[in-house]
């Protein structure tokens, strides 16, 4: 069974294509119902545009579980661009509150940077809480952090979106889903949503799981296990009515609350074109960020061994670093975030590339889709042709 592949590319970039459409025909030998988008812009200019699979369209929306984080932390970046947030200001500063339990001392540079070490809750969240980023943090105020706040880093997977909308309704006196919309989705036209509106619903296409082969079970079998391990309290999963993450993806109230760590909306248009705004000059558009923001949120803060992820990880300013998790080749600087379904979204200012991938299956094991290592090698070499 074969599957076309829609869209287009520019001149020059033919081989993003070929690649694309070589990657989904050996997919499908597996899962003929793989379905995908990619979208790339290189200074701003639409330089591929491509979807594949039984009835997607370019306006097609999935959950793009992480790279709702990327959203979050462009509003935490403008905002500091303004001077509203000052990232070595302590929280309490802005969240008194916050200062329980030994956290007193935490900037907001701590807090991006995956420093705070509030990864979750002793008791876990429900799924209803999960959805409420209001509700994430007024619990997470009076939780003791699970590492001494600065001397470690570890992924703030399901929370880090609610602390920082807390800070930012603090400092502003508007959700960070409402600065988001009124700064950055609106204006651009973004299909990227925090917060899915329901005349929306009808091109939402609900997430699918992917089981893991007999080999990447072995993996998963080996590494560490425990009902209240770092990792199970920062993935929630030592509640006992956590539910799963495609269960909160599919689930729509997640959707129409668009809680900023995991719940956005999007097409691999709004994630690329995001990214492409953030960094470009875009249908006459300045850039969002000024060059000193752009480097400032790049910068690496945290680099090293994830308590969570129990791996070699890299934060810049709230956004992961692209380069040094995934893709070396890209520039120094080059900023983003990958999604647990497998989607891919970042901007190279170096090259002046903004990249967006999405899929309806989740891929294996989470994060950034393997696909994307080929997807991004292709872009960025004709970016560099250009």
């Not at 199970?232 to 689930?251: M, Q």
């Not at 910068?299 to 070699?312: C, E, N, T």
């Amino acid at each position: 069974m074969t599957q076309e592949i829609h869209g287009t590319v520019a001149d020059g970039f033919e081989g993003v294509r070929e690649e694309f459409a070589a990657f989904a025909a050996r997919e499908r030998r597996e899962r003929p119902d793989y379905e995908g988008q990619l979208c790339a812009y290189v200074h701003g200019r639409r330089v591929v545009d491509l979807w594949t699979g039984p009835d997607v369209t370019a306006e097609s929306l999935y959950g793009v579980f992480s790279c709702t984080k990327g959203a979050a932390h462009l509003v935490a970046a403008l905002l500091v661009q303004d001077g509203t947030l000052e990232p070595d200001r302590k929280v309490t500063y802005y969240w008194p509150e916050f200062g329980a339990e030994g956290k007193g001392e935490v900037t907001l540079r701590d807090l991006l940077a995956h420093r705070a070490g509030l990864i979750g809750l002793d008791a876990g969240f429900t799924q209803e809480e999960l959805a409420d980023d209001r509700v994430i943090a007024e619990r997470l105020a009076d939780q003791r952090p699970f590492w001494r706040p600065g001397t470690a880093f570890g992924y703030h997977a399901l929370v880090i979106g609610a602390l920082t909308g807390e800070v930012v309704r603090r400092a502003t006196g508007r959700t960070l889903q409402e600065v988001y919309e009124d700064r950055v989705r609106a204006p651009y036209g973004l299909d990227f949503h925090l917060g899915l509106p329901e005349s929306e619903e009808p091109r939402f296409r609900s997430v699918q799981p992917m089981a893991p082969t007999p080999e990447q079970q072995a993996v998963l079998d080996g590494l560490p296990t425990g009902p209240h391990t770092l990792s199970s309290i920062a993935f929630n999963t030592h509640a006992p009515d956590a539910g799963g993450l495609v269960d909160h993806a599919n689930t729509r109230l997640v959707r129409a609350k668009g809680p900023a760590s995991a719940g956005g909306v999007a097409s691999a248009r709004g994630l690329a074109g995001m990214y492409a705004a953030a960094i470009s000059t875009v249908d006459g558009r300045p850039p969002l960020l000024k060059p000193d923001t752009i480097a400032e949120v790049g910068q690496l803060h945290s680099v090293g061994y994830d308590l969570v992820a129990r791996a070699h990880k890299a934060f810049g300013l709230g956004f992961q670093a692209t380069a040094e998790n995934w893709y070396p080749f890209l520039g120094a600087g080059a900023f983003g975030h990958s999604g647990a379904g497998g989607a891919q979204a970042f901007a190279d200012p170096r090259s002046g590339l903004a990249y967006g991938y999405t899929r309806r299956r989740s891929a294996f094991p989470g994060g950034a889709a393997p696909e994307n290592a080929g997807f991004v090698r292709a872009v960025h070499r004709a970016a560099l042709a250009l």
